[in-house]
């Protein structure tokens, strides 16, 4: 009798802990699903939606394991916004990533229960995203995108040393491309040179805003600004024409024929948001009490097709850049 009993126990333990075992493992497997949704398609966005990707998997949430991810691309078109909003929130996704500012207020005035993480995003607090970057004490976290602008005007004026007006082009609509002019501005008036702005709407009125500013400036200068990005070979054409350089927000401008920058790597900032996005999907963290990130180191990038095209020389202060072109 007592040894049936030792056997009885021995198996009641031994299907307590397969169950234990089996239960931890479809724990373990669960899979969540994870919308993205991008405000247009251009060569930052893409690297930060690509790095959100990497990010997650590098924290082990990956796509056909234990992760569903819904990739949607807005065409820089808000009923499009508000539909894919919608689409995420019918679908009840457990967690939203918002590539661009005009992705994270759509999404985060649609929802105050998903958690969002935004990536591209100038100024959270100026969006309205969040109260603090410290404390977002909302659904809203994630990283931001402000640039080095300062040393991105030193860039311009080390390349024209006797510049005097600096042409500047951007989207009236987009809030951080204001922010970024108004920081421009004010540097600009610290060294004593004038600011000439031109203002778009939509791609199509690129060609005319920078034609507006042939003959009244010696440079110009483009922040990370996606009408802008979408549309930077028509920028280049009348530029290029006019031999006026153009130094940009971001790498990916330069990579695009844009003579330089001290800029963010939209990679590695999607990347970061991809981990912040992991801890939120772990438990571990909540947006609300997440601190909005930044990318603390930013580096020089030059176009050397476009440098010698131009017929300017590469100052010392640029000669460890990373060179493309």
Do not use: W
């Not at 899979?31 to 990707?53: I, M, R, S």
């Amino acid at each position: 009798m007592q040894k049936f009993l030792t056997r009885f126990t021995r198996f009641v333990f031994s299907l307590a802990l397969t169950t234990a075992l089996i239960a931890g493992g479809v724990e373990a497997a669960k899979t969540v699903n994870v919308g993205v949704c991008q405000l247009v398609e251009h060569p930052a966005l893409d690297a930060a939606n690509k790095g959100f990707v990497d990010g997650l998997a590098k924290a082990g949430f990956k796509t056909g394991v234990n992760l569903v991810i819904d990739q949607q691309n807005a065409q820089a078109d808000q009923s499009n916004l508000a539909n894919i909003a919608h689409r995420f929130i019918s679908k009840k996704v457990d967690l939203i990533c918002a590539i661009a500012t005009p992705a994270a207020q759509t999404m985060a005035n649609a929802t105050d229960e998903i958690p969002i993480v935004g990536t591209a995003i100038t100024d959270y607090v100026t969006a309205k995203l969040a109260k603090s970057n410290e404390q977002p004490g909302s659904n809203v976290t994630g990283t931001t995108d402000m640039n080095p602008v300062e040393a991105q005007l030193d860039m311009l004026i080390k390349f024209v040393p006797d510049i005097k007006v600096i042409g500047t082009i951007y989207s009236s609509s987009e809030v951080n491309s204001q922010l970024q002019i108004e920081i421009l501005k004010t540097a600009a008036a610290k060294r004593g040179l004038q600011v000439k702005e031109a203002t778009v709407s939509t791609v199509n009125d690129i060609q005319q805003a920078a034609r507006s500013l042939i003959g009244k400036v010696q440079g110009i200068y483009v922040p990370t600004d996606n009408v802008v990005a979408s549309s930077v070979p028509t920028l280049l054409s009348i530029t290029d024409e006019e031999n006026l350089p153009v130094v940009a927000g971001e790498g990916s401008l330069v990579e695009a024929g844009c003579l330089g920058s001290v800029g963010i790597d939209y990679y590695q900032l999607g990347l970061q948001t991809g981990l912040m996005a992991a801890d939120i999907l772990s438990g571990k963290s909540q947006p609300a009490t997440m601190a909005i990130q930044g990318q603390k180191n930013c580096a020089a990038i030059v176009n050397m097709k476009a440098l010698k095209n131009l017929g300017l020389k590469l100052p010392n202060e640029f000669k460890n850049a990373k060179k493309v072109g």
